[in-house]
């Protein structure tokens, strides 16, 4: 394809350059929708799953209308996590090194666990952009090292996840001293309730466009299903894992414990495991992704932080060692496998109690196929096993009480408790209870006659 695609947008040429090299050529359908909208200088809110786009659908308008003659802060691109911050940042650094030197754009990485002391000296040089997490640019307005009232652009990436990781006062402590005519980009998969008040406060009329994924998941990922059936749970998680032998795959985790055992179980079998969960230090965590981007593991364990945004390319399998309680999640957890159109396999172990899940699953669009393993082989089954969505599992009924009203006449007549039944008693019989008793009275008479 022709590059006329992203030249109809009318970006500097260096912004050009770098998508030539990266062979990007043709814009999504968010990128054909939000660039045009961005530069005019209008509100965003971008609604879309992980895989659109979104990224360059913010970055390439907003580094398009930097004033690179102006030595003063102009963006502030915000995200929830450390990891995910660092990962935009690589993105802005790709898009802007090919920027010419009278012209050069400089760029800072603000997060936490990171020498704050050092962040204020590098500061004294205004960047033109700031990637950073909400809790630490705070931190720097505060100390009034960053200052932000020149900055005309604010972009909050993943909300959904600021709101529930609080930082959204961070965000709305930082917004507040930026320039008057903010303009604000919102990304988010989704938009709670309790999140409109922030937006509402500083968006004017936005446009909003929500781009939703032809299906769910990629149409190369196959979902499978694997019975726990009992077993121990890391013995099996284990040798699945080692039955594999996969180019790169995650493992993922609902807790840091889990994460953290589940590391353990698959050392024990002597696989090349590395760990990422929020329970590492910053350098540790830090550590890790640059380990996993340098493919020094064949495996990742790690909690939801690293489904979400988190591009790690070449992973070929996914494992669910549990379900997520936000099932929203499962989608963004198997969405690091299966992209740019290369196949991809997602293991979910099941055990009866994620029924539930599982069939909330089937509803949204998720196609499972069942299988077995066991003693290191694989069987694909024709049916669900019992207890899986698509067969029930029969349970008892419980025996009723000889007390149990049969009819609504009974209970009606006895002030809403069941009426005993009188048994049932054949005809005559009195005169017969009667004729029996005489008989008896007569037999006794003979004996007492014969006695005289």
Known sequence: MSMNNFKRFDLKP??????????????????????PAIRNKRDVMGQSQTGTGKTFAFLLPILDMIDESKDELQVILTAPT?????????????????APEENAVKAKLLVGGTDKLRAIESLKQAPHIVVGTPGRIRDLVNEQALQVYTATTLIVDEADQMLDMGFIEDVDYV??????????????????????????????????VQVEPKHVTASTIEHRLVALRHRDKLDFVADLASSLNPYFAIIFASTKEEADEV???????????GCL??????????QVMRQVIELKFQFLVATDLAARGIDIKGVSHIINYSLPNDLDFYIHRVGRTGRAGADGIAYTIYDLSDQQKVEKLIQKGITFTYYDFKNGDWKQLDKPPIGM???????????????EPKRKQDVANTGGKAKAKPKKVKPAYKKKARFKQAKEEQRQRRVKNKKK
């Open 175 to 208: 917004a507040a001293r930026m320039a008057p005519e903010l303009q604000m980009l919102v990304f988010s998969a989704t938009i709670p309730e309790k999140l409109k008040p922030f937006l509402n406060k500083y968006m004017d009329n936005p446009k909003h």
């Open 389 to 403: 969505p698509g067969k029930r599992v029969n349970k008892r009924q419980p025996e009723k009480t000889k007390t």
């Open 277 to 286: 969960h929020g329970g590492l230090k910053p350098r540790e965590r830090k």
């Open 82 to 98: 450390r990891e995910l911050a660092s990962q935009l940042f690589e993105e802005v650094k790709k898009l802007i090194e090919h």
């Open 263 to 273: 590391t353990k179980a698959l050392i024990s079998k002597g696989l090349n495991v």
């Open 14 to 35: 260096y912004l050009m350059d770098a998508l030539n090299e990266q062979r990007i050529t043709m814009p999504t359908e968010i990128q054909e929708r939000l660039i």
